[in-house]
């Protein structure tokens, strides 16, 4: 449809613009890339013991890589990363068809090309996770959602039945999806909340396995924390929402809305602010907000800047220039970082970065400690270039234990066997960033500082790696 095609080939051409960023991967990809790779019993125990909440998403890309070896050898990182290009492609393509439903052929073309080219969505059509595919079902089952509230009779039980499953698949993806059900409820009219309420209950039913299974993984996001930052970010966006909500509405946006079942305005702040309000109400008690875990918020603001710019080039010259001016000078401002996403530094770390100094740090027969012990990721997708150290405080490794970074013997262990080395390779994080108290941290960082000096350091975003050898030991300066 020509509302559909050109943001739908923009984000084609965004997503593979730098795919493989120079051939380096982040630690979430290094998890992605290490546990599509075990064996289909090691990866289904593993589940069982973490990352459950990413299962589906595990064996899909299990089941891709299989088939990708039966033809040969293939780049592990297009493997890893043309499935999400493609996923929000599909989102795109739901955006243009949701706005169009909700507010015209030009809201929804423009909606569709504001999506393709907000920064977030960029970065998550390149990586190896399963945002983008939540992302692209969370939109359809919305599509679906809206066409089924002003449906009838045989048609809209299918239509149901369609938003049901959509969703059920998109929460099994990534539980977090769960929060586009509260911005559904505030979407569908009265009408239709019957029919909703049924297909809700499904999906929070076949949920709950999943829901309660992952309770008790949550240690896993224990790192999560109160990122006033990353809050800001969130508000910022929700703001943005509401004051392009309020401008559509001055400029003709109510009479718009009057003649469809359902407006654009409603569905669309529902879907940015409810799941994002969510997670921030929640942090005082547990903080679980991150962008990506609602990534498909977004497509709410896509969809009321799609129908702004849509009012204001019906409002003679003056607003088509100004909607022109602002649109022109928004992708000139984004450029920048556009070009930014395509290389390894616009993410947290960087695997390979780290491996190499690993190896610079360290000779053949020397020990490595990783603190914490989830650091061992970074070391995950190139085991060949470290395997000439010996890793002290490692009992059994990823895939043997089920476990994402391996199991770690305990403390009186790790102590006595520092104390028998010479040179230890400590690899960490910034030196800004919290440290854990458990006691196999707490003996790494002691022995350390009582046993041994420090020798050199190198370090950059998110990562780095100290030699520490016996007192008179260090290698010399070159």
Partial sequence: MPAVLPGVLLTLALGFWGVRRGGHMWRDEA?????????????????????????????????????????????????????????????????????RQLAGPRAGLLAGIVF??????????????????????????????????????????????????LMLVTCLLHEFAVFALPAHALTVPWTARRPWARAAAVVVTGLAPLAVLS????????????????????????????????????????????????????????????????????????PLYADRYVLYAVAGLALLIGALLDQMSRGGRRRTAVAAVTAAAAVIALAPYSVHL????????????????IQDAGSEGDAVLYMPSR???WSLPHPQAVAGLDDLALDRRPAASHTLYGTEVGADVIRARMLKRTRIVFVTDPSRDPVDRIPREIVKRDVLKDSFEQCNTRSDRGWRVTLYARPGHCPASP
Wanted: charged share 15%; net charge positive.
């Fill in 31 to 99: 998890v992605t890339y290490d546990v599509a790779h075990r064996g289909l019993s090691d990866l289904w125990h593993t589940l069982g013991n973490a990352d459950a909440v990413h299962g589906l998403y595990y064996l899909l890309m299990y089941g891709l890589y299989g088939i990708c070896e039966l033809f040969g050898r293939a780049d592990p990182l297009l493997v890893m990363r043309i499935p999400s290009v493609l996923a929000m492609s599909v989102a795109t393509a739901g955006v243009a068809m949701l706005g």
């Fill in 116 to 165: 393709a080219v907000i920064p977030s969505i960029q970065r998550f059509a390149q990586e190896g996770r399963s945002y983008a595919m939540v992302c692209a079902l969370v939109v359809w089952a919305t599509y679906v959602l809206v066409r089924a509230a002003s449906a009838d009779g045989r048609r809209a039980r299918r239509l149901w039945r369609w938003y049901g499953a």
């Fill in 215 to 286: 309770q008790r993984q949550k240690d896993q996001v224990g790192w999560l924390h109160v990122d006033l930052s990353q809050y800001a970010g969130a508000t910022g966006l929700c703001v943005a929402g509401v004051v392009c909500a309020a401008l559509l509405g001055r400029l003709g946006g109510r009479a718009a809305d009057a003649g469809r079942p359902i407006g654009l305005r409603r569905p669309a702040l529902a879907l940015l602010v409810t799941p994002t309000l969510a997670l921030l109400l929640i942090a005082p008690v547990k």
């Fill in 342 to 357: 395509r290389t390894p530094e616009s993410r947290l770390d960087d695997t390979a970065a780290v491996t190499q100094a």
């Fill in 375 to 377: 650091r061992r990721v």
